[in-house]
């Protein structure tokens, strides 16, 4: 057990009494628990799995303002959309970029009714979408943004004119528009990092990762769910932001019947990322948004190197981890296919994939695309008062969490002390506006290579400084392989400053080389080791480790062992 770890649980054993209790560490109540923490109140967050680990760890990577809710009418949660993207633009620009987004089109006046049709209560599957509609949307989504634009407005082109930047595109498009939204490079690691941020601005409050919150003797208990350790803990208001585990959470928590009506519809979203360097020129930088045959939204753009495509949106009837399936992942590849024919894209070129639920309002809108994206909070009443999240995305969770908040803050009769809407995260406070500023004061200031410092600009901002201080001070500061640039030191920073319990929590989040093909048989035990030295496991449990990772990964990311260690064979030959 990390020191880190091991003092959060000392401090709870101290004082179990807290104002809040936030039950769900991905993004909504990571979010929620930093808003209420900032109103001077003493919050704990508890997730039993770890932070970000679930739904919040398998969205699409789009910071985005919702151009198809339009269709929808929801102009009210794209004006929020907008102002919390433009907010991370400007709070994380270390993780959170500009993506300027291409739609290639096919037709002139389709779908035209669609909005109509939406509002008089169909709700079956769009048309597809011609120009007249997408330039109408355009518009509206330019319009929402007028007085504070900080990306550029939607531009048209004629086939001629798109074919000369992107010629491999399906030569059926008659145009083809380009607006902005944005990306984000490393989801998880955002989600933590405001952890970590409100652990050093409110360090009253506490999260917990690998931990549950269990009814004992009339009350709560803290589980850690290592040990079996239990701690009494108490709250004046719990927040239940468990996502698309909601309903099952309320039941456990004995805030509802087995037979309550659903707050949550779940639709499964999957993805893959592929090595596809034909692909990956094709884009020319931009993402494209393209409609499928079946109607349904898909999206390809260029990923940390890779190529990032999906998604599906297929209705759920309980809460449970998902995988991509083969199917998902050949209707992936078939969407791309279509919209660039000349490629070749296969199943073979799939390095990862990744699925999760979304977590929705209960909807009865047959075509899953017209299910509201929206939040709301619902409270129930009791001696502790619970107040669930329902809903919610990635780019809107900090609006989300502070309606949240506000909701709580009135009930305890307590004031707002702070706003979070233009509050850095992260390694984004001080970020210079050209990274490669950054990496070179941190290239001449301790005299490593460029290809080190630009990763680490990369993947933690303004911290890289911080990180590469430790790293620099500790005896082993070699890299892993001669592949990487990843140090063990770096895996050393990661377990102790981390909340780094289990080896995937490195893997899979903490680090990008899961989901960029990265990981191999020999990383995996590399990593294995020094998380094993740091966190005192034993030869038995490094041993498990390792299996569970393995089996993670071929399980719910399509990565084998056999591909495990061909990239170990493949990394080993020597150069020609």
């Avoid at 769009?126 to 319009?143: E, H, M, S």
């Avoid at 047959?366 to 919610?392: A, L, N, Y």
């Avoid at 893997?507 to 020999?522: H, M, Q």
Wanted: hydrophobic share 40%; proline share 5%.
């Amino acid at each position: 057990m990390s020191q880190q770890r091991r003092d959060s649980f000392e401090q709870i054993g101290a004082d179990g009494a807290f104002d809040v209790i936030v039950v769900g560490g991905g993004i909504n109540g990571i979010g929620v628990y930093r808003e209420l923490a900032l109103q001077g109140l003493r919050v704990l967050l508890v997730e039993r799995n770890d932070f970000a680990s679930g739904c919040s760890a398998a969205p699409s990577r789009m910071i985005h303002g919702g151009l198809r809710y339009l269709e929808n009418g929801e102009f009210s949660l794209v004006r929020e959309s907008l102002r919390e993207r433009d907010a991370l633009l400007a709070n994380a620009p270390h993780m959170v970029r500009p993506l300027p987004t291409t739609v290639p089109i096919t037709s002139l006046f389709s779908g035209l009714l669609n909005g109509a049709a939406s509002f008089l209560g169909f709700s079956g599957r769009p048309a597809p979408r011609g120009a007249v509609p997408i330039k109408i949307g355009l518009w509206l989504y330019d319009w929402t943004t007028r007085n504070r634009r900080v990306l550029p407005p939607h531009s048209f082109r004629t086939a001629a004119e798109t074919f000369k930047t992107w010629p491999k595109l399906t030569p059926r498009l008659t145009y083809s528009a380009t607006y902005y939204d944005a990306w984000i490079s490393y989801p998880e690691r955002l989600a933590l990092e405001l952890v970590l941020d409100t652990k050093r601005l409110a360090p009253n409050s506490l999260a917990l990762n690998y931990a549950e919150l269990v009814p004992e003797n009339g009350g709560y208990a803290l589980l850690d769910k290592l040990t079996g350790r239990r701690f009494p803990v108490s709250a004046r208001a719990m927040v239940n932001a468990t996502g698309a585990w909601l309903d099952e959470s309320l039941v456990a928590l004995g805030a509802a019947k087995k037979d309550h009506e659903n707050f949550v519809s779940g639709t499964k979203g999957s993805h893959i990322v592929l090595d596809n360097p034909a692909l990956f020129e094709a884009l020319g930088g931009h993402m494209i948004f393209f409609e499928n045959e079946d109607g349904r939204v898909c999206i390809v753009f260029p990923y940390l190197g890779r190529v990032l495509a999906g998604a599906t949106d297929i209705r759920v009837d309980s809460a449970e981890r998902v995988a991509c399936s083969d199917e998902e992942r050949d209707y992936i590849i078939g969407a791309l296919r279509g919209v660039f024919p000349a490629l070749t894209i296969t199943s073979e070129q799939v390095v990862f994939s990744f699925s999760g639920i979304r977590p929705l309002p209960r909807s009865d809108q047959q075509f899953t695309g017209r299910i509201s994206r929206g939040h709301f909070v619902h409270r129930i009443d009791g001696d502790v008062p619970q107040f669930c999240m329902v809903g919610g995305k990635w780019t809107t969770f900090r609006a989300f969490a502070e309606q949240t908040a506000d909701a709580v803050l009135e009930a305890l009769g307590q004031e707002r002390l702070a706003d979070t809407l233009a509050l850095p995260i992260g390694g984004g406070e001080n970020f210079p506006k050209s990274p490669a500023d950054l990496v070179q004061r941190l290239t001449s200031r301790h005299g490593i290579a460029t290809d080190r410092a630009t990763r680490l600009v990369d993947l933690y901002g303004s911290r890289a400084e911080d990180v590469l201080v430790f790293c620099r001070a500790c005896t082993d500061d070699e890299p892993l392989d001669s592949g990487t640039t990843l140090t063990s030191a770096e895996i050393v920073f990661l377990t102790r400053h981390e909340h780094v319990a289990d080896l995937a929590d490195l893997v899979l989040r903490r680090l990008p080389l899961a989901i960029t093909g990265a990981i191999s048989a020999s990383r995996i035990a590399a990593i294995a080791a020094i998380a094993a030295a740091e966190l005192g496991w034993s030869a038995t449990e490094t041993a498990a480790q390792i299996a569970r990772l393995t089996n993670e990964l071929a399980t719910y990311h399509g990565v084998t062992a056999e591909m495990l260690a061909l990239r170990t064979d493949e990394r080993n030959q020597p150069c020609a």
